[in-house]
């Protein structure tokens, strides 16, 4: 079992920045591809950023390409989500998710991930 703890979000202005921490323990694995999913209120959970762990190759939702960057230390066992210019749209819960096949694509799909964090809150207000 891998469990999954995100830290970092909060109440923010339109503009700022935010660091959204996951970090990793149980049966990690430095091969599993992670990412990043947000759900906002009346709305489904939506794929925001993924990366690889046999490369750290990444992957973005157009909506943050650019504003958004996804690294991992797999020293900690932990993903980092920085969001840049945040914008009141992305106000959402944010959860972490470990894809554990190790496949070269990441996957957009939520099903496809097998552990998921508690997630974290952001608000960007205007």
């Known amino acids: 079992q891998v469990q999954l703890v995100e830290s970092g979000g909060g109440l923010v202005q339109a503009g700022d920045s935010l660091r959204l921490s996951c970090a990793a323990s149980?049966?990690?694995?430095?091969?599993?591809?992670m990412a990043w999913f947000r759900q906002a209120p009346g709305k489904e959970r939506e794929f925001v950023a993924g990366?690889?762990?046999?490369?750290?190759?990444?992957y973005y939702a157009d909506a943050v390409q650019g504003r958004f960057a996804v690294s991992r230390d797999n020293a900690k066992n932990t993903v980092y989500l920085q969001m840049n210019s945040l914008k009141p749209e992305d106000t959402a819960n944010y959860y972490c998710?470990?894809?554990?096949?190790?496949?070269?694509?990441?996957?957009?799909?939520?099903?496809?991930?097998?552990?998921w964090g508690q997630g974290t809150q952001v608000t960007v207000s205007s």
């Open positions: 998710a470990a894809d554990p096949t190790g496949d070269s694509f990441i996957t957009t799909a939520a099903h496809m991930y097998k552990y």
């Open positions: 149980g049966s990690t694995d430095s091969t599993y591809t």
């Open positions: 990366i690889r762990g046999i490369d750290a190759g990444t």
